[in-house]
């Protein structure tokens, strides 16, 4: 089975700050992993993806994540935050074997302030 | 990509009371899930809607409580049975286009049960 920790639960930043969400992952076999973005009173919107190839992915708004295989972790980083950042944000993995089964971490409150 | 709708995009009931939420696709598709989102916490699986066969349940989740239905590959319901304050929750339609995990949602079912 797969698993997924987000090791904080809220960060607090200040705007034009760079920021990292960390997560870390634990699985038995290959994995997809996801970074979703969850904006007040609205759905999931995903952010980037790693499938396979280079282990530094980017994705939309700025974001980018790096595989790291051997520490089994997905951070997310952005170099500059903007207050529109300010949302949830959950880590996700799917086994390849899983049908399309995602498994969440608990999320990350990220907060920018001016 | 998909596009989803969710009906209603929010609800409060009576306790005791069943609510039926759709969810509408814009395209066929062979995978489609129900999440629940409680109050500040990360999504949980609730099932894997089947086309044309039974549903999917996760642990702890069952199909007296939730039953699904899925007539066709681009529609599908969750009913929310004999609810109690416990079961208020955002719940959550998601497919799978493709054959790399990726989820796509709809905008969420906001539930409050009083």
């Known amino acids: 089975a797969q698993s997924v920790t987000q090791l904080d639960s809220q960060v607090p930043v200040f705007e034009e700050a760079p920021v990292e969400l960390r997560c870390n992952y634990s699985s038995s076999v290959s994995v997809y992993l996801f970074w979703y973005v969850q904006y007040p009173n609205q759905g999931l919107q995903l952010l980037l993806k790693?499938?396979?190839?280079?282990?530094l992915v980017k994705g939309i708004n700025g974001f980018e994540a790096e595989f790291n295989k051997s520490q089994t972790s997905f951070h997310l980083r952005k170099p500059s935050v903007h207050i529109s950042d300010t949302a949830e944000y959950f880590c996700?993995?799917?086994?390849?074997?899983?049908?399309?089964?995602?498994?969440f971490g608990q999320g990350t409150e990220l907060s920018v302030k001016p | 990509s998909a596009v989803i709708s969710q009906k209603p995009s929010r609800d409060i009931c009576q306790r005791g009371t069943s609510l039926t939420i759709q969810c509408q696709v814009d395209s066929q598709v062979t995978m489609m899930f129900w999440y629940r989102q409680q109050p500040g916490q990360s999504l949980t699986l609730i099932a894997t809607?089947?086309?044309?066969?039974?549903?999917?349940?996760e642990s702890g989740f069952v199909i007296d409580k939730f039953p699904i239905s899925r007539p066709n590959l681009t529609f599908s319901t969750l009913t929310v049975s004999n609810m109690s304050p416990e079961d208020s929750s955002i719940y959550l339609c998601?497919?799978?286009?493709?054959?790399?995990?990726?989820?796509?949602f709809g905008e969420g079912s906001r539930l409050t049960v009083l």
């Open positions: 790693y499938l396979s190839g280079s282990t």
């Open positions: 809607a089947n086309q044309g066969s039974e549903a999917t349940y």
């Open positions: 996700a993995v799917t086994a390849y074997n899983q049908g399309g089964k995602l498994i």
């Open positions: 998601s497919v799978r286009t493709g054959n790399t995990g990726e989820l796509f």
